[in-house]
């Protein structure tokens, strides 16, 4: 009952809160348009503030080790290449193929990971997703756009990926963070106030717009497809590389950046990364809501399961 307790503890807020940005839409307080404003602020702002001021801040001596870097690179490609076999067996149509192939690798890592591992660990949880999230987010972009460029007919840029991998806000701030952290910088007072106040905006904002982006549209025209994306995203791939990580000795806060990271739902960028680049954005937008749905039991499952084997 303990562990089952503590499970609770871990999920239940993160419910209420995606729930609450949901009423929020709902009631007229957040609107569509609002929502997509307050993402892009996240991704932007709030998010690569919290990230700097986690990595300059990090305690270098309780760091995961380079296997664990290692395994997150790995098991994020080997998804993607399986993705990319398999479902071109399964959906004829190059629109759908992208968009699935994009659904069934690309997680929203970003924005549950830090709220998700301060909740398990407190502070080392968050210096464990910070350190996977240089090695998540840029591998996530380059392979998104690989999968829907080439799906959709058209060949991918190399030039495009590299500004896209070096423009991305995460990517900046975790280098820059990076830096302060290995010069042993210090910022002046008034600027870490405020830079700890940014960054403690980002993980409840983050759960709230999430909770209200969430869109029930193509979830009947696209059945097959979503069927298939969840059963492989939510259930067969979290349970086979959690597996595999705890056979190969991951423990604790690697074991549970990797719960959350093969566990978590579609990404909610994907929706309009698909859309601009020519994919189904209907099929998208129902990925994001049934993966989110979907993802609460499967989350809910693998953090009960490590607590109750001892191995979160």
């Known amino acids: 009952m303990a562990e089952l307790q503590v499970t609770l503890e871990i999920m239940l807020p993160l419910l209420l809160m995606l729930l609450l940005g949901w009423l929020l839409r709902q009631t007229g307080l957040m609107k569509g348009e609002t929502a997509s404003a307050l993402n892009k602020l996240i991704f932007r702002l709030f998010l690569p503030v919290l990230l700097f001021n986690n990595i300059r801040s990090m305690d270098t001596s309780s760091?995961?080790?380079p296997g664990f870097a290692a395994y997150l690179f790995l098991g994020v490609l080997c998804i993607w290449l399986l993705a990319r076999l398999l479902v071109p067996r399964f959906v004829r149509d190059p629109r759908k193929q992208g968009v699935m192939v994009q659904g069934i690798f690309?997680?929203?890592?970003?924005i549950l990971g830090i709220p998700l591992m301060e909740a398990m660990f407190g502070q080392s949880g968050m210096a464990a997703v910070t350190l996977a999230l240089p090695v998540v987010i840029p591998l996530n972009n380059v392979l998104a756009v690989v999968a829907l460029a080439s799906c959709s007919g058209k060949k991918p840029?190399?030039?495009k990926l590299l500004q896209d991998i070096f423009t991305n806000p995460l990517i900046v701030a975790s280098v820059l963070g990076g830096l302060l952290l290995l010069l042993h910088v210090k910022l002046p007072t008034v600027l870490e106030k405020v830079c700890s106040q940014i960054?403690?905006?980002?993980?409840?904002l983050s759960l709230l717009v999430l909770g209200a982006s969430l869109r029930w549209q193509g979830v009947k025209d696209n059945r097959r497809e979503l069927c298939w994306t969840v059963l492989l995203k939510q259930a067969v791939i979290?349970?086979?590389?959690?597996?595999?990580?705890v056979l190969l000795g991951f423990r604790n806060e690697e074991l549970g950046v990797m719960v959350i990271l093969f566990g978590a739902p579609c990404a909610v960028s994907s929706y309009p990364m698909a859309e601009a680049m020519g994919g189904d954005g209907p099929l998208a937008a129902s990925q994001v809501v049934l993966t989110t749905i979907f993802s609460m039991g499967t989350l809910f499952a693998l953090i009960y399961l490590g607590k109750l084997l001892c191995v979160l």
């Open 157 to 159: 840029s190399v030039k």
């Open 238 to 245: 979290p349970f086979i590389m959690l597996g595999l990580a």
């Open 106 to 110: 690309r997680t929203n890592f970003a």
């Open 63 to 65: 760091t995961p080790g």
């Open 199 to 204: 960054g403690s905006i980002a993980s409840p």
